[in-house]
């Protein structure tokens, strides 16, 4: 059996922690520097739990790890921690805490750009880790490893002799964070594990200066998956059936927004989509199920002349307060609000979908991109993210409690005056909002609050015809 590895605590801290171990005789040792907690068969970090289990025969544990000042001592019976180094499919479920491989999906479309334009994967993590990128009809892996962020391209799998749509899965033995590109628009992915059976969608507005058509995919997690698309609150528009990533792309038919119900999870996306390769810009976003909907939003504004639209969506009967004015919304209902130099805040009895586009004045200075708006209820505390090269500006748009600003960090430093491009402060309720615009340098980039504040991440940038955007994060 070979001798397997575990990376423990940040790099950058001091120090290096061994493993003594002691066979059948019964007792690892785990030295340590930092706080440690034992609960269960749970050692714990400040960071996730680990699960150990023991196997019946001898075996020699070594645990290697980097030098840190917040790594941990594990120091357990091996009749209590028990160790056995999982199957690279999955992690187990113990004691009601769930640890498993973060577990994406994501399309490909091959389209005419796509050789002068090539989908990138966006990824970072905290611990070092191992991804396996896969598709359902091609058994070579692609498996590829890194400690902190990497952008790659998307897997060839024979891709560039046909011309369908395409899946691939992303399995990682690590937490990760994913964002995928296609063509110039990039979109944050959304785990597995957070998918539904249950989806809301409104097609993007369709800018008639781009050789596009607006429409939606569907792609499937496991096999004999049944879908049912109807017009939302309306009709069904038609039913079929899918297996594990099979993809179906459906253009829109004049639908204001569509309902989509499916025997098992699936992955939905909704953007434009190339036609040619003239003057033309694919978006994408991949659309949170309706679980995981918010009831409070707050929309910024894209600055450098980017003309905003936010739409909304409705399920059911509810009311949204719009600036001030409560207002009832039927089921299947979509309005577009616009949004130039100021911020949208909307609440709503029940949950809504909210996506911000934004097109420039100038169809040849930047193309549209398109950006789900993360609710005020799904703010985190901490992001890393990748900001793509090869643009022209990139920005960051956050959204926080006003008390909370002065504790803002990126890359451990606070944010610089001569980076912002634009503040605002809005109270909701009884609390102040700040609204900050800043600029950023392209690369690897995290941000996160002193006291732990939860605030709500959106970049974004452009360049001479070609537009992006992304949120930190969609779900609760």
């Given amino acids: 059996m070979a001798e397997p590895s575990c990376v423990l605590g940040d790099p950058e801290g001091p120090g ?203 792609t499937a997690l496991q096999d004999n998956t049944s879908i049912v698309l109807s017009e939302l609150g309306l009709s069904v528009i038609t039913n079929y059936t899918l297996d594990a990533l099979e993809t179906r792309i459906h253009r829109n038919a004049d639908v204001l927004a569509y309902n989509i119900q499916s025997s098992k999870p699936v992955a939905v996306f909704c953007g434009m989509y190339c036609m040619s390769d003239v003057n033309c810009s694919n978006m994408i976003e991949q659309i949170p199920p309706s679980n995981q909907l918010d009831t409070i939003y707050i929309v910024p504004p894209n600055i450098d002349m980017l003309r905003t639209s936010a739409t909304i969506i409705t399920e059911k009967n509810t009311f949204i307060t719009i600036r001030g004015i409560t207002i009832p919304f039927g089921p299947g209902r979509r309005t577009r609000l616009s949004i130039t130099d100021n911020v949208l805040v909307l609440r709503s009895v029940d949950p809504i979908l909210v996506t911000s586009q934004a097109f420039h004045k100038d169809a040849s200075v930047g193309s549209p991109y398109l950006t789900v708006v993360p609710g005020v209820n799904q703010y985190l505390p901490w992001y890393k993210v990748v900001v793509p090269s090869g643009w022209n500006t990139n920005y960051i748009a956050v959204m926080m409690r006003k008390s909370a600003v002065s504790g803002l960090r990126a890359n451990k430093q606070s944010i610089k005056a001569n980076t912002i491009r634009f503040e605002k402060n809005i109270a909701i309720e009884d609390l102040e909002y700040s609204v900050i615009i800043a600029e950023v340098a392209e690369g690897e980039l995290t941000l996160d609050t002193i006291d732990n504040t939860p605030f709500g991440l959106m970049v974004y940038g452009n360049r001479l015809g070609a537009g992006y955007g992304f949120a930190g994060n969609v779900l609760r």
């Fill in 16 to 218: 290096n922690v061994f493993v003594r171990t002691i066979g059948l005789a019964g007792v690892a040792t785990f030295l340590f520097r930092n706080k440690h907690a034992i609960r269960g068969n749970f050692a714990r970090t400040e960071g996730l739990w680990s699960v150990l289990e023991t196997p019946d025969d001898p075996v020699n544990v070594s645990v290697r790890s980097v030098g840190l000042a917040g790594v941990v001592m594990w120091a357990v019976l091996v009749d209590l921690v028990k160790l056995n180094w999982l199957d690279s499919n999955l992690l187990k479920q113990r004691a009601g805490n769930r640890i498993e491989y973060q577990d994406f999906v994501s399309y490909i479309e091959i389209d005419p750009e796509m050789q002068k334009y090539p989908q990138n994967i966006f990824m970072t993590t905290d611990t070092p880790t191992n991804v396996k990128i896969t598709t359902s009809k091609t058994p070579e892996d692609q498996i590829t490893c890194f400690n902190s962020s990497i952008t790659i391209r998307y897997p060839d799998f024979g891709t560039n002799v046909s011309s369908e749509l395409k899946a691939i899965r992303i399995r990682s033995t690590e937490n990760i964070t994913v964002a995928v590109s296609a063509h110039h628009d990039i979109t944050t992915l959304i785990p597995t594990e957070k998918l539904s059976t249950s989806y809301i969608v409104s097609p993007p507005s369709p800018d008639r200066r781009f050789q596009t058509f607006d429409a939606m995919t569907i």
